[in-house]
């Protein structure tokens, strides 16, 4: 049995010019990150996958669809990756537009190798970061929506900093009673200790659930 081998996020650089697309992929490559070339938007929007961990780097002057339409593309679809725009011909509105469309950066050609790679980096390094938040926020999620609604009271009050003996007498419940919920409610919820309960459920009871 061969052990699967985590890809390295995938860069995509969408740009009209081989050269450019060439020396970027180069650039990309020197780092350890993954890249893929697209010579149009069309082919980049119909073909990219969305839930992939990565980045665009995104030309914004292009034959057809310009960049920044690209950019209101993206972020109709609710896709999270960055997209950082590159142009030979930016101005105050141009940039003004780009990060009002939703860039996370916005950078003029001929493009500095250093600040280009710093660039993606930063950026992959947030996205990880909200993938991560997003996973873990759902599989909150999915556990709170196991108890039952006796152990959703009794983890209210628990929030609330409640002593067992106090949900007892807000709940009508015998302390054994309680203590039979708490222990339940803490080996669904995976919590292995007060702390780690209010830091990843306080919200949820607040909202009310999931």
Not at 29 to 40: E, S
Not at 74 to 80: E, F, N, P, T
Not at 154 to 178: D, M, W, Y
Request: glycine share 8%; charged share 25%; hydrophobic share 45%.
């Amino acid at each position: 049995m061969h052990d699967t081998i985590p890809l390295s996020p995938l860069i995509h650089v969408v740009d009209d010019d081989e050269a450019v697309r060439s020396s970027l992929a180069l650039l990309i490559g020197t780092v350890g990150l993954r890249a893929q070339t697209w010579p149009t938007p069309e082919g980049f929007l119909a073909g990219f996958d969305p839930e992939g961990v990565g980045a665009v780097v995104l030309d914004v002057r292009m034959p057809g669809i310009s960049g920044l339409a690209v950019l209101e593309t993206l972020i109709a679809r609710g896709v999270d990756m960055p997209v950082i725009m590159l142009t030979g011909h930016g101005t105050v509105d141009l940039c003004r537009r780009a990060f009002k469309s939703g860039a996370a950066e916005f950078l003029e050609k001929p493009v500095d190798d250093d600040i280009l790679i710093d660039t993606l980096q930063q950026a992959l390094r947030r996205h990880v970061a909200s993938r991560a938040r997003v996973t873990a926020d759902r599989a909150a999620r999915q556990r709170y929506a196991q108890l039952s609604g006796r152990e959703r009271e009794v983890l209210g009050l628990i929030v609330e900093g409640l002593t067992n003996k106090e949900i007892g007498r807000a709940l009508a419940l015998s302390p054994r009673t309680v203590e039979t919920h708490r222990a339940n409610l803490f080996a669904k919820l995976e919590a292995a200790s007060l702390a780690q309960l209010i830091r990843h459920y306080a919200c949820l009871v607040e909202a009310g659930g999931p």
